[in-house]
């Protein structure tokens, strides 16, 4: 392949937000409801999905919530980001060092992925407003392939000269509908030992599935030549 555009997802493959996410929703919904959820039955449940989606699966499960219930929630987030919970995956660093031509293409809203790249310190580092594109500059987000069509239109590339690195099955299928390359990401703690959603990724058919960022950066150097 001769990709000359890597176009990242953000939560769960540049940090391990989605970490946070799932910790504070555990947490929140144990003490709230008085359950006893564990952190694996919390991500079978909530993990991948945005609040809108969480509140369904809840009132499907008959714990019903209201807006300040997920307000609150939000707040938890932000305060943990804030005090230091955001990081950068190990390693992931060392690759965009090297990277030639890359964008952030995510489905969180623009504001808020400024502040988390800020917290992490790759904000105007390595992205900024020429090369992060976000799921309020397109029509439809993720399984739908708006965001990474738009971000290569951008970027001056050609779908099929863009590798695309994922951790979601919504994410890998936006990329697979775009007609890019794919590379499954599945560093971060909520995915690297889950063998359902494992076996979920590799249904998708993905040729290339990695479980830190070391043998990510094996695959993008024999596919990239970085």
Not at 161 to 176: K, R, Y
């Amino acid at each position: 392949m001769n990709n000359k555009l890597v176009i990242w997802d953000f939560d769960g493959v540049i940090a391990d937000s989605e970490k946070i996410y799932i910790e504070n929703r555990q947490k929140y919904i144990n003490d709230f409801f008085g359950l006893n959820w564990d952190f694996q039955t919390t991500i079978n449940y909530l993990g991948g999905l945005s609040d809108f989606s969480n509140r369904e699966v809840l009132d499907k499960l008959g714990y019903k919530t209201d807006d300040k219930f997920w307000e609150n929630l939000v707040k938890l987030d932000i305060e943990k980001m804030n005090n230091g919970g955001l990081k950068a995956i190990p390693g992931i660093e060392d690759i965009i060092k090297k990277l030639p031509k890359q964008c952030v293409a995510t489905g969180g809203l623009k504001p808020k992925t400024i502040h988390k790249l800020t917290l992490i310190d790759f904000w105007n580092k390595y992205f900024n407003d020429r090369n992060l594109f976000t799921v309020d500059m397109v029509e439809h987000g993720k399984p739908e392939p708006d965001i990474f069509l738009f971000a290569a239109q951008q970027m001056g590339e050609k779908p099929e000269n863009c590798i695309v690195i994922e951790d979601s099955v919504a994410g890998i299928t936006a990329a697979q509908k775009a007609g890019m390359n794919i590379i499954a990401f599945l560093g971060c703690e909520m995915y690297c030992h889950n063998d359902t959603y494992i076996e979920k990724i590799k249904q998708l058919g993905v040729k290339y599935i990695c479980y830190n960022s070391k043998d990510l950066e094996n695959i993008l150097m024999r596919n990239y030549e970085i």
